[in-house]
């Protein structure tokens, strides 16, 4: 493992930057997108994960591969150079969870749908997609410095780190945040909204 490329991936700040992508753009979707769009991106979001549910209910192990995917493609698209991608997908998810907090739950108040629905299982899946953000834009800001020749840190230690740092940290995190998600967060949205 490189310690310079991991000491990159916990950095202030890229873990900033990757909080910021989904916090800025959650508060963005909460407080900028009108209710026709908003219904629009919940039913397409909605869609999207129809895969995880069976009768109604979310299955784990389908809960579990849908995030895993996501986060995998958040380290991923930091092998393309100067865009910075993986901010980019957190912008898109921190939008979701501020549109869903908007109008998922009409009637019910954001902070209490927020508590109950987000919170329990998003202890887990937020800091491993912040994470997995992070190890994207490093390994995107490491390949920028690589182009201009200003860093030498080879490429078989950035995915190393990478790898080793998903496997230790996001894949754990997801899997605790599936099982809450599935048989924890709907007793407690059920017993408190």
Request: net charge negative; aromatic share 12%; hydrophobic share 55%.
């Given at each position: 493992?490189?310690?310079q490329f991991r000491q990159r991936?916990?950095?202030?700040?890229?873990?900033?930057?990757?909080?910021?992508?989904?916090?800025?753009?959650?508060?963005?979707?909460?407080?900028?997108?009108?209710?026709?769009?908003?219904?629009?991106?919940?039913?397409?979001?909605?869609?999207?994960?129809?895969?995880?549910?069976?009768?109604?209910?979310?299955?784990?192990?389908?809960?579990?591969?849908?995030?895993?995917?996501?986060?995998?493609?958040?380290?991923?698209?930091?092998?393309?150079?100067?865009?910075?991608?993986?901010?980019?997908?957190?912008?898109?998810?921190?939008?979701?969870?501020?549109?869903?907090?908007?109008?998922?739950?009409?009637?019910?108040?954001?902070?209490?749908?927020?508590?109950?629905?987000?919170?329990?299982?998003?202890?887990?899946?937020?800091?491993?997609?912040?994470?997995?953000?992070?190890?994207?834009?490093?390994?995107?800001?490491?390949?920028?410095?690589?182009?201009?020749?200003?860093?030498?840190?080879?490429?078989?230690?950035?995915?190393?780190?990478?790898?080793?740092?998903?496997?230790?940290?996001?894949?754990?995190?997801?899997?605790?945040?599936?099982?809450?998600?599935?048989?924890?967060?709907?007793?407690?949205?059920?017993?408190?909204?």
């Open positions: 493992m490189n310690e991936i916990f950095s202030k700040r890229m873990m900033t930057f990757a909080i910021l992508s989904i916090v800025i753009t959650g508060f963005l979707g909460y407080f900028l997108i009108d209710a026709k769009t908003g219904t629009a991106m919940m039913e397409e979001f909605m869609e999207s994960v129809d895969h995880i549910f069976t009768d109604g209910e979310i299955k784990v192990f389908p809960l579990f591969l849908n995030n895993l995917t996501a986060a995998l493609v958040m380290v991923l698209t930091g092998f393309i150079p100067f865009i910075y991608f993986p901010a980019i997908i957190g912008a898109v998810n921190g939008t979701i969870i501020g549109v869903a907090l908007k109008f998922a739950g009409t009637g019910i108040a954001p902070l209490k749908l927020f508590l109950a629905g987000i919170l329990p299982h998003g202890i887990f899946e937020i800091p491993a997609l912040i994470l997995a953000i992070a190890i994207g834009l490093s390994i995107c800001h490491s390949l920028v410095l690589k182009i201009m020749g200003r860093e030498s840190i080879p490429m078989g230690d950035i995915l190393i780190t990478s790898a080793i740092t998903y496997v230790k940290y996001i894949i754990p995190l997801l899997i605790v945040a599936a099982f809450i998600e599935t048989y924890i967060t709907p007793m407690i949205l059920g017993r408190f909204l």
